[in-house]
């Protein structure tokens, strides 16, 4: 009786994973809170981001390689944005700070990072274009400065105490963007100044730091030289030691060996004088 044969069956092969925006949120985030696992290279890097896998349950379904090129790619969108001169009024579809939908994100995980240049920005108006460039360093006034400058650029007046506006015209709109852009200026070169000398009292510590080290390890390194030097002196002290008394012990024994032997051969001569005769 014939058995009929069938075909192993195949299993199916897994749906590929369709990667949300919650997705990109979450390992945004995760990647700047790990960002010290990152610091090795291929090998760590690449089980930085399976523990990022393990942990969304999507391992087997998205890869380190994926990860890596996602992470890589926002970076460099984000930087791009930032550091491509953005009008107040964009045309067409091409994609600004404000239109993508990620730069908020990534400006909250690197945007404080000192390797981040600060975006340049033109403030269109009627009758001409003002460029300047956004201090480095945000603060909430700033913040506010920034946007009233730009309120004004496109046209919306910005009430003073006593409800006049300040911007009724194209040209006194873009002195109060000059005025406001020299202020954040002069504050953003306090800051720079003030970062530098930060910096420079960060490198006095450090060399200060790295001094005393070399100081200790020199000292470290005489003290151990010294207690090498003693031991030597010690050891050499014991050996002369040692060969003195070896000295004085065969000295002694030769000693004991002569007397026992001119005691024998007196014995032997008073035996002889009696053996002999008279």
Not at 173 to 188: A, P, T
Not at 218 to 226: D, F, G, L, W
């Amino acid at each position: 009786m014939a058995t009929e044969m069938t075909a192993p069956v195949t299993p199916a092969a897994p749906e590929p994973y369709k990667w949300s925006d919650e997705d990109t949120v979450a390992f945004v985030r995760w990647r700047v809170a790990h960002n010290k696992t990152f610091s090795g290279g291929r090998a760590t890097n690449a089980a930085g981001y399976k523990v990022f896998l393990e942990e969304r349950r999507l391992l087997g379904r998205v890869t380190a390689p994926f990860l890596k090129r996602k992470w890589e790619n926002l970076k460099q969108k984000y930087k791009d944005l930032k550091n491509t001169p953005t009008s107040v009024s964009t045309e067409g579809d091409e994609t600004t700070a404000a239109s993508w939908k990620w730069f908020d994100l990534m400006h909250e995980a690197i945007g404080d990072r000192p390797s981040v240049t600060p975006p340049v920005l033109i403030a269109t108006c009627a009758q001409g274009a003002v460029v300047f460039t956004a201090p480095s360093i945000s603060t909430p006034e700033r913040g506010r400065k920034v946007e009233a400058a730009e309120e004004t650029a496109l046209g919306s007046p910005t009430p003073t105490t006593t409800g006049t506006s300040t911007a009724s015209t194209p040209k006194r709109r873009r002195m109060y963007v000059v005025e406001v852009l020299q202020e954040l200026k002069s504050q953003d070169e306090q800051d720079w100044r003030a970062l530098q000398a930060e910096e420079r009292e960060r490198e006095k510590r450090r060399e200060a730091e790295q001094a005393r080290q070399a100081a200790e390890r020199e000292q470290r390194e005489e003290r151990r030289y010294r207690e090498l030097c003693e031991r030597q002196e010690r050891c050499h002290q014991e050996a002369v030691a040692r060969e003195e008394r070896w000295r004085e012990e065969m000295r002694a024994r030769d000693e004991r060996r002569d007397q026992e032997a001119a005691a024998r051969e007196d014995r032997f001569l008073a035996i002889l004088e009696r053996l002999a005769p008279k």
